[in-house]
């Protein structure tokens, strides 16, 4: 990693700060960790800290429950079944990735085939 940048799974932002970049109190974020809708790493005195995917976690919190209308279980059902979904889109591209190679390799094999015939 180049110094200066950041992994976006890296705890970098305290409580005070992800709660302003999202819009919502602190408090409220501390309930989430409550409900289990967020897990923030600790630092050595257990001061809660953020990622970028933590914030980006809660801003999709905060649009389904403000901007949907949905509840904080609905939420939790939403954001389970989008991590689902992304985890499939990996795999199908996985997938589709082993296929051209197979593909490609097979279209090789037939044309090795065909030099050797003729």
């Known amino acids: 990693m180049v110094f200066g ?3 976006n799974t890296e705890p970098c932002y305290v409580i005070s700060i992800a709660a302003r970049m ?3 109190h602190a408090q409220t974020l501390r309930y989430y960790e409550r409900v289990g809708l967020l897990s923030p790493s600790r630092s ?4 809660r800290l953020y990622s970028a995917v933590d914030v980006e976690r809660l801003r ?4 389904l429950t403000e901007e949907m209308g949905v509840n904080l279980a609905g939420a939790e059902v939403a954001l389970r079944l989008m991590e689902q979904m992304k985890g499939m889109q990996r795999e ?6 082993e296929v051209s190679r197979l593909r ?5 094999d037939g044309k090795n085939s065909e030099r050797r015939a003729g």
């Open 22 to 24: 999202v819009g919502l």
């Open 92 to 97: 199908i591209d996985r997938l589709k990735g």
């Open 44 to 47: 050595l005195g257990r001061q």
């Open 60 to 63: 999709r919190i905060k649009t």
């Open 5 to 7: 940048q950041h992994s």
């Open 104 to 108: 490609f390799q097979d279209s090789r």
